[in-house]
């Protein structure tokens, strides 16, 4: 009962003298709402979140839902992650493992016949056979911390980790999302360059047989030749873009390159923001970045105190138990036991100022890691306030797009009957038709943007993670 009470307050003393600051979260200015919020986004009430929202209620598709499970799967960049948090994991239980006793055990076992005739004892000797069996234990007890605090790191370390696989996670979902609608936009463009050069073509097959009956002279057939060959090199580059982001998806999917199956069309899609942002507060408990680069400062403030306790004495217990015996057949005899306790302590007295060069270090790592910690909080919010007015003035730009395209398809069609009627020239028709190409292409790639804003929000308030 004494021993055990000795025990017991070693351990009380040791639960309260850990050196070193204990971690609080740093201050940062959060502002009250987010720079962007306006027209177009929902308002907020109170705890609610674009951001909270799991990525297969976001998505719709059925087809990019079935590519995000393949990529979770078997994305490469995933499973690293993984693997690298069960490394984290192992060792917080290195580290930790130094709290307890370390028991080693050890045998030998020895036969020896000497000579009757060698150089030495002239007398008979009989064979010797001797053993020994040993068990030695060594307690480093953690009086001050060092340990303690080491473990805290350790853990720290791992929960770091797997909030990078959190965000490598919520990269690859978004990212994928993002090829996806991207490759979406590319096939509308396609559609459409094949559907105006299809129309060229019958521009030119009117306008040549106007110049076989002399009603015309060759310069409309040149200009409509010049007019379609304008579209049909836009093909081979939409060719291109579109394999190259079919590549890019099979990546992510961790495939080689190949075709890649569509869902529903561009204009098919519906991918709108239905949640508010939520509270600029609530994304410091979101954002997987965020709190990786928290977790970070958590393990170096912790490193601090592991630093400090080294200024410190060790103290450790150590003690050797077992048998010993010329004769096997005695080895576990009374006489042939033997045990040994010492206790320790070690006080660093001069070490070139490695000990306080090593302190200062840490408390360098620390602030650097607050000042990370703070940097990842601001970039946050900058990317929240660019994808609030991206979202916006993206939707914007789409409505005028379509009024645009809409009024160059009805001057259009009115130059063209103008031209066969014979009131107006044919550069009047080249020009509208050109206009309405390159404003019906870039409406394909505003919408597609439309879409990438919306995903591009979702990121950025911490969404894409949630499994």
Known sequence: MKAA??????????????????????EYPVPEKY??????????????????????????????????????????????AAQRVLAAREQVAITRSALFPQLNAGAQWEAVRLSQRGTGFNFPLPDQVAGYLLGDLTWELDFFGRIRRATEAAQADFFASDWNRQLIIQTLVTSLAQAYFELLGLDLQMEISQRTVKNRQSYLKLVKTRFEYGWDSLAPVRMSENLLYGATQVVPDLERFIEQRENQISILLGQNP??????????????????????????????????????????????????????????????????????????????ASFWDILSGLTQPIYRGGSIRAGLRQQEALKEAAVLNY?????????????????????????????????????????????YFGGVTNYLEVLDSDRQLFAVELTLAQVRANEFLAVIGLYRALGGGWQQ
Not at 10 to 25: K, N, Q, S
Not at 267 to 292: C, F, H, Y
């Open 258 to 335: 190949g075709n890649i199956k569509r869902g529903k069309p561009l204009l098919a899609q519906n991918l709108k923001v239905t949640v508010p942002p939520g509270l600029p507060s609530a994304l410091l408990e979101r954002r997987p970045d965020i709190l990786s680069a928290e977790q970070q400062l958590v393990a170096a403030n912790a490193r601090v105190g592991e630093a400090k306790a080294l200024l410190f004495p060790q103290i450790s217990l150590t003690g050797t138990a077992g048998w010993e015996s010329k004769a096997l057949s005695h080895l576990f005899s009374g006489p």
């Open 35 to 80: 720079r962007g919020e306006g027209p177009g986004i929902p308002a907020r009430p109170a705890g609610a979140s674009f951001g909270e929202v799991k990525w297969f209620e976001v998505f719709k598709d059925p087809e990019l839902l079935r590519l995000i499970g393949i990529a979770l799967e078997q994305n490469y960049d995933v499973k690293i």
């Open 374 to 418: 703070r940097k990842t909080v601001q970039q946050a919010f900058q990317d929240v306030s660019n994808a609030l007015v991206a979202a916006r003035k993206i939707h914007d730009a789409r409505v005028e797009a379509e009024k645009q395209r809409n009024a160059l398809a009805q001057q259009t069609e009115l130059a063209i009957q103008r």
């Open 5 to 26: 009470g000795i025990v017991l307050a070693v351990l009380v003393l040791m639960a309260g003298c850990t050196v070193g600051p204990d971690y609080h979260r740093p």
